[in-house]
């Protein structure tokens, strides 16, 4: 297991979805930095299941305890330890699932790897292991917000086909993508996508899609080349996700088709730095900031649990049919928006911090 | 800066175009490996310009020199260090590049890190850094040949508009690969490309495209859940390759469009494993090689030297235009394909490592 | 904050003495070990206060519950997150320390570091912040135990100058060491340690040791050069304990009067393994074990914290005189025995698992 | 293998006395540091063998090549790769020791944990690997200095019994202890170690001693803890020196003997900051430097091989008689004095390094 990311900013996640808890330590947030679990709570409440008809209805209320690191709402700088207890705890009814290996889930690959799984599954890719990610970078967002002004917005892009290209990356708030169910900040796109979910919903099935997050504000200098480089920090952070299967930044994958002298970026002044007038290389070149937004993509694919019947084997090669019992999430991608701004923070709170210790003092 | 990579198997790189050497140093190499400056020559080859007149025409010889950890042939288990003299180096005629940045380059962003840059521009943004990775990798594809028969074949699947759709995963080889200049396996595409390429060249201008990678022959438990986990050690690894702006496994973006119905990868016992039907997971599920083929796509921006003129502003924000002297690579595709194998290797041959060390003794 | 040690077998500790609770992570146990707070429970109150009139009399129940990692008894190979919770979590009557640093304690290089500190004094210098290492070296302990047989037992060898020079590295057992309070097997010696430390608490004083420690039936090939050799994280282990200032091992600082004639320890055939028949280098010879008993010394100081009065100045500079009410712990030593142990114990895990990594498949 | 030390200021070192060379990759040195070779040579210069009568006769000129990292004499902030040739790569007349573990050295470890080893016996427990080291922490002194005013000053405080005591911690220079070949400021005392050296050399035996260093200038702050606290850090990289067996920091050893009342360091105004009237803690509390001098002392085991014969048995576990040929060290101790001075500065200059990164910017 590989549960901690970062150098400066060290995060470590822990937990399952069947055991008391789940959480996060944060070991290098600055000292001083005023904090509560006010500052944690709503991100976490953006990510829990129950928020609107569209997303499983089982409620986890998912509070958080600060359980060291602060005193009289001010950071130590000593390790931050974050815990939410997991309501349920009892072993269902996974009596078929120890039999049969889940299409396309980690129940397979975690016995493999490990000799042993969860009962309930998959264990650590649980959905519920994002917890710890979204507090630890909640608290990250409000290191980059204070000290550098950082805004962090990322919102559904697309859901299966239907696509929302009409959002303004420099204005773009959290307050636009909030106010859909989908988390579409495009309300006519937002519209289909929700029309869409219901329809795969009603057919027992789930679609994938794609989130897209800009990060303006960011100075030039973060990244740490060769091998942490903003846009390599950025891909695996994404791609840690569950249930993600491609990163693009900037002009991604379609710059792959341009030619040079329409990619490049032209720099020109902009107040008192030098900026750049178009930002196909996304913010970043050579692996740092240049002081432009940051813009990426991630892709998602549909989630494997899925009302319909799948022929499969089970563990011995045995021909078999699963059909999952209960209601499940159609569509993780509203609930994953914060998880993706969470990923975010981690990386920019972790290559701010490197990059300050290269500072002249 | 951040050059070293992995956690067992630890790379560290080192080298700019115009110091007196590039490199590696490889820390964690199991003993008693068969190994010779003839493992690695043949990857540093296929990555050397002058191959053939789509590329760059300056003759870079590239010799690799093992300086430590060997004897006799046999690795020793302790740090193997390889240098690659530069045999140019003079610092050039970069006088107007010091007072202006080239647009999509690195200068500007190195100078705004560093608060310094060498005087050819983004230092380690330079082709040249990759050989240090090119040879540790093949020291990296040598262990997994040599202890799991691990095949990685990379190619390049896409020049601009023009793809190749129609080569086989189960069986592309290296040879296969190598047979035209473009590095592309399916022949007539291959003509199309080279075309494309030369077109372009003429037009004094440069172009982007993808490179595809098959890996066959993983066992199945290769992964670190949660935060490298084998897709997001990839994509990592491949995002810190210059002038890479994506990066999909499996399905990827296209899977984002499916539904779970479809998309799922139903089991089915292949000899005396469980394998799957289709591979839309691309190998990994929950962050673990599942047995099945790994397979990925990186996406690489065109070149941002042109011959073209560019009107862009120097440091000091006073407009200029920018003319590229020389002949310059108008597509590094072809020469990025060992890279990328390389970049799996080391991301492979560590995750292998750390497996190893969970297994029963 | 480096609150993160080992890289196979990584703990994260958190927690200061006035927050909710303190606790660790382990990331990196194997999966498939049995494993409750029973095991963990144990060593946890060989370490808690009040075990004796000698020590600190404060009541600690520290009860230690596993929130994660576990399932049914057995781990999952998932971060095992434990926590115990603090009991009293009041901010005392700490005013007089906000005013002056205490001589000898950290209150003046929290401050100084952090430009903030626990108003209970050093935050994580706490003797609480132990309890962290405490359980999850129990847990390292429990590997070692059933994978490897290997024994490591720590106890008291002096208090002030009172030495216990009689206890056979053979054979010494946790249970010999546990038969008197002040944690010595030699009985006698023991008695005086007693007597000196009741001595020293009349006089509000307090009085510093050593511990010493075995370690018995690591297998040889443990530890990696160059700079994590088996005694180089050991070093680093032990004096990351509050108030050490010193480690030895093998001969130590004995050895370095000695002639190589004398100290060179010759091999000899014991069993079917090659053996030494002196152990002057401690069981590790280039940083790698041997074969023989690890052995070696901590050195540790006379706690800061007395009840006599201080001549010292305040923050400000201005000459005051401190004197520490209630009662307090005159000599840590025998409470640090466990967590000795627990430090050796988290060395040793990472270091096998490393080894493991290389072995033969 | 473990080659890599340090967090943000990381140094990989690479070679054994046998292969083509020797040499160490900085990671993270700031950039417009003025560097050149001339900077790091004087103390390769102060560590080679045949510098006087007392040490090894075999002449190795040790020229350090800077391959990365610097233009025009200042750091770019890119890797620096430093190389040191080796002259003798021949595998020489090792026939003897390939049958049969020298007592003591490394031959039988390295053999065990790697299942292979350099024909010259240990590899990398070879006395030329401390060459990358000494290379790297003569940058890393150059960053103190420049930036901090850091001093750090090593000597030979005992050989055997004879003990070097009256050294001042406050004045002491580098140029003090050069003046004589055996590195002790102290000349009456030196006398007495020189010819206790050569009475052991006379003999065909080797003798062990300490060394001492001091650290003056350090501000207060720097440490991590609670596993990289500053002792901490400093142990491991005085163990990871080959032939160590023991450290202490401040009162050591001899501060166990001591009560509370007596050890703990009251705190006085001097000048703008606070300081402590004695200096018992050695510069640290808590882990982290309170800005008075750190002061330890690392325990050297006489060297290995001795022209002395001595019973041993081979790998087959058969009895035999080993004798040492030609002329061997008697004492490293002189040449250990910038090896531990290096190691120090490495220590010293990650630790800043992470500091910089928590001060306010």
Chains 1, 2, 3, 4 share one sequence.
Not at 87 to 104: F, N, W
Not at 329 to 338: G, I, N, S, T
Request: hydrophobic share 35%.
């Amino acid at each position: 297991m590989s549960s901690t990311i970062g150098r400066l900013y060290r995060v470590t996640t822990f937990g399952e979805s069947h055991c008391r808890g789940v959480g996060a330590v944060i070991d290098g947030c600055p000292p001083k930095l005023q904090l509560t679990e006010g500052d944690i709570q709503p991100q976490l409440d953006r990510r829990r299941p129950g928020q609107s008809d569209l997303t499983t209805p089982r409620d986890e209320a998912d509070q958080v305890t600060i359980l060291s690191g602060t005193e009289n709402g001010l950071t130590l700088g000593t390790p931050i330890a974050l815990l939410v207890h997991n309501k349920d705890q009892k072993l269902g009814d996974y009596a078929e699932m120890q039999k049969t290996p889940r299409p396309s889930h980690a129940d397979y690959t975690y016995q493999m790897k490990y000799g042993i799984r969860a009962s309930s599954g998959g264990g650590r890719s649980s959905a519920r292991e994002a917890i710890g990610r979204v507090a630890a970078g909640a608290i990250a967002e409000k290191i980059l917000q204070s000290a550098y002004g950082v805004e962090i917005v990322a919102w559904v892009s697309s859901v299966g086909t239907v696509r929302a290209d009409n959002v303004n990356m420099q204005s773009v708030a959290r307050m636009d993508v909030d106010q859909n169910i989908v988390r579409c900040p495009d309300t006519s796109t937002a519209k289909s996508m929700e029309d869409l979910i219901r329809e795969v919903s009603d057919a027992k099935d789930s679609i994938g899609g794609t989130i897209s997050c800009v990060c303006r504000n960011l100075p030039a200098g973060w990244g740490e080349p060769v091998f942490d480089k903003l846009e390599a920090r950025l891909a695996q952070a994404m791609l840690s996700i569950p249930a993600t299967k491609g990163f693009e930044i900037g002009s991604g994958f379609q710059g792959s088709q341009m030619r040079g002298s329409e990619h490049n970026d032209p720099f020109v002044q902009k107040g008192n730095r030098l900026g750049t007038s178009t930002n196909y290389s996304g913010g970043v070149q050579g692996g740092i900031s240049n002081g432009e937004p940051v813009c990426f993509r991630v892709a998602f694919k549909p989630v494997a649990t899925i009302g319909l019947s799948q022929k499969t084997v089970d563990f011995e090669g045995n021909e078999t049919v699963l059909e999952a019992k209960g209601r499940h999430d159609p569509c993780v991608l509203p609930r994953a928006v914060p998880i993706v701004e969470s990923m975010v923070a981690l990386v920019f709170a972790d290559l701010a911090l490197i990059q300050k210790s290269r500072e002249a003092s």
